[in-house]
């Protein structure tokens, strides 16, 4: 990926990187959880809409 984003702004800007670039990935290393239950007394009630 790295070297991918460095080929794509050397061939956006002619090939001269006049100014410092930074690059930050970011990767979603949690596991997915199962749906919780649609019980009444689990879910939260919505607010009334604001008048103002």
Same mark, same amino acid.
């Given at each position: 990926? @790295?070297?991918?984003?460095? #080929?794509?702004?050397?061939? +956006?800007?002619?090939?001269?990187l006049?100014d +410092?670039?930074?690059?930050m @990935?970011?990767?979603? +290393?949690?596991?997915?959880v199962?749906?919780? #239950?649609?019980?009444?007394g689990?879910?939260?009630s919505?607010?009334e809409p604001?008048n103002?």
């Open positions: 990926m @790295v070297q991918w984003v460095h #080929s794509a702004l050397l061939r +956006d800007t002619g090939g001269r006049t +410092d670039v930074a690059l @990935v970011l990767r979603n +290393d949690r596991t997915r199962a749906a919780q #239950s649609a019980e009444p689990l879910r939260r919505r607010r604001s103002r």
